[in-house]
């Protein structure tokens, strides 16, 4: 039986005078609060509703908003509201129907007692608030946009919330420098890197703004960054955030586009901050590993766009410079987020660059580390697992709760398993290794992938491609789906990845993997890649696509020595 209520009142000084007739909670008592007035919406939380909306009415933005509905329960408290409060916060940004005015300072995953209880109470508030049509999608379908998954208002857990609080104030500090020592954050996958760059983007933004001055949320987490003088020195401030893959800057500029405060144009490509004739204060770099050093290029335009840019840039085109360098040309601060472990093709960032970069941020106690695993169910234990696994390690399945892993020896079964799970919870794909030409790309009637019967398309589109219709009946490729969540993945691990018995090692074939940029040698640098190069590429490549799924992962292995290898491990 439900203990909550929600009461719809006019939001006016008038009716305000009746609350603390109407019910004692409204003057003491924890309380959770939406204002809107159909268009824009704000979210609170107090002890004392009636003084809180007097404040609201005498703001510029809130007092404009037209009702207010309380989320009254006599069972809760100060973190159930906090907890509630964020809850709604980033559900309603990635619904849609409304602006959001509130600023993300205060947006934190805490732990508290009971919490799981609690949860279960804030789902029936949702379709409670949902059934008022203050949500217009159901929670399962919000959970699954970009809008969600990448929103700004996402709540951080606490490893991820010390690193921000570590980042803010390392930047502060040096912000009048000009060249200030580079900011490196590490993370593997699912730590939620990507979630660290666009929360601290709005943030900053919110500062420069002054939104969330007067929102007299003091006890916020990072309320103490909320200053006149943090306000001066950002007022002005050229802020961006660099997205070296195509399909996740498409994706994060419309999730930009539609945040109050963020602009689409301040996501970037490497090229864009390259060519600038401004410089930014600050560059916010994701995926940091797939920046480019002087590499063959994607287009014959790139290549001579790079040598333009570094004879711009540093007055001549030498082969030791990187996209890296340009950034820390074009800017006075960069913040890179990176992990080694996920760059997958020869033009990626080299892993001494890499290095070094890490070694001078760490020099300046400029270095973070993001450890908790937010994505992947199976936790940090089983991203490390799914690495040594490709690399040939023999070790034991660990225990990794209720996260499904499943070897599958027909490749007809697992694509059922994943329309069967995608009916369920939605995002459940296929992707596989670059080890089929891609037919289809110039012959809308070719199939690609043809295997055990089975004839399937890669990804018919290069953006947007895991909500793109179709979807469920394609194979997506690494380069549409890092950086992004699936409920479930069925990985196709490609005939590129084979078990010689002979030698006992996973190993590399040159003649079934068509990523032509994923081999091609560097006759400019004098580098050439051999299969062992390769290997790491691929096998990154498949730890990649393996830590995708939320819930599950799903494995199909071509080769069939080692489907078998694996089979002794997975199961």
């Known amino acids: 039986m439900t203990s909550f209520d929600i009461e719809k009142l006019p939001f006016t000084a008038e009716h305000l005078r009746s609350w603390r007739d109407v019910d004692p909670r409204f003057i003491n008592w924890p309380v959770v609060y939406i204002l809107d007035d159909g268009k824009r919406v704000y979210v609170g939380e107090t002890v ?175 309320s103490d960054f909320f200053t006149e003088e943090n306000r001066d020195r950002l007022s002005t401030a050229r802020l961006g955030l660099v997205v070296p893959q195509q399909a996740l800057r498409a994706s994060l500029k419309r999730v930009f586009a539609k945040t109050p405060g963020l602009d689409k144009a301040m996501v970037l490509t490497p090229f864009e901050v390259g060519q600038s004739d401004e410089r930014w204060d600050l560059l916010v770099v994701d995926e940091s590993h797939r920046l480019n050093h002087r590499a063959n290029q994607a287009s014959g335009m790139q290549n001579k766009s790079f040598g333009e840019i570094n004879r711009k840039l540093f007055g001549e085109d030498a082969d030791h410079l990187t996209q890296a360098d340009w950034i820390r040309r074009q800017s006075r601060h960069q913040i890179f987020l990176i992990d080694s472990d996920q760059s997958v093709r020869p033009a990626d960032l080299p892993q001494s660059t890499q290095r070094a970069l890490i070694a001078g941020a760490r020099e300046s106690d400029r270095h973070y580390r993001l450890s908790t695993q937010m994505r992947v169910r199976g936790g940090s234990d089983y991203v490390s697992f799914v690495r040594g696994l490709l690399r040939g390690e023999q070790r034991e399945r660990a225990d990794f709760g209720d996260y499904e892993l499943r070897l599958f020896d027909d490749l007809g079964k697992m694509h059922e398993a994943i329309r069967a799970r995608d009916a ?33 398309r890669w990804n018919q589109t290069q953006k947007d491609w895991i909500t793109s219709a179709g979807a469920l009946e394609q194979v997506g490729s690494i380069h549409t789906v890092q950086g992004y969540d699936l409920n479930y993945a069925g990985v196709i691990i490609g005939p590129d990845l084979r078990f010689d018995r002979e030698t006992q090692r996973i190993v590399f074939d040159r003649a079934n993997y068509f990523d032509k940029k994923g081999m091609e040698n560097n006759p400019r640098l004098g580098i050439e890649y051999s299969d062992d190069d390769v290997l790491r590429f691929v096998s990154n490549i498949y730890a990649v696509l393996m830590t995708r799924g939320v819930l599950g992962t799903y494995l199909y292995v071509v080769d069939p020595a080692l489907r078998e290898r694996l089979r002794a491990v997975v199961g």
């Open 48 to 222: 004392n509703t009636a003084a809180r909306m007097r404040q609201h009415l005498d703001s510029p933005d809130r007092g404009t908003l037209k009702a207010v509905r309380l989320v009254l329960d006599d069972t809760f408290n100060k973190s159930v509201c906090l907890d509630l409060e964020s809850q709604l916060i980033a559900l309603l940004a990635a619904d849609g129907k409304y602006t959001v005015l509130n600023s993300n300072k205060g947006i934190v995953d805490a732990e508290y007692y009971d919490r799981s209880r609690y949860r279960e109470t804030f789902r029936e508030i949702f379709d409670a608030l949902r059934h008022q049509e203050v949500f217009t999608r159901s929670l399962p379908e919000i959970e699954n946009r970009e809008l969600f998954k990448l929103s700004p208002f996402k709540a951080l857990n606490r490893d991820q919330a010390v690193v921000m609080e570590d980042i803010l104030e390392g930047l502060f500090d040096d912000w009048e420098l000009d060249a200030a020592a580079p900011i490196a954050v590490q993370g593997d996958p699912g730590t939620g890197k990507t979630i660290v760059a666009v929360y601290l983007l709005k943030l900053l933004s919110d500062i420069a703004d002054g939104k969330g001055f007067d929102d007299l949320e003091s006890d916020a987490l990072f």
């Open 424 to 456: 369920e919870v939605g995002l459940a794909r296929l992707v596989a290794g670059y080890a089929w030409e891609w037919k289809s790309k110039n012959d809308a009637d070719a199939f690609d992938i043809e295997v055990d019967g089975q004839r399937l």
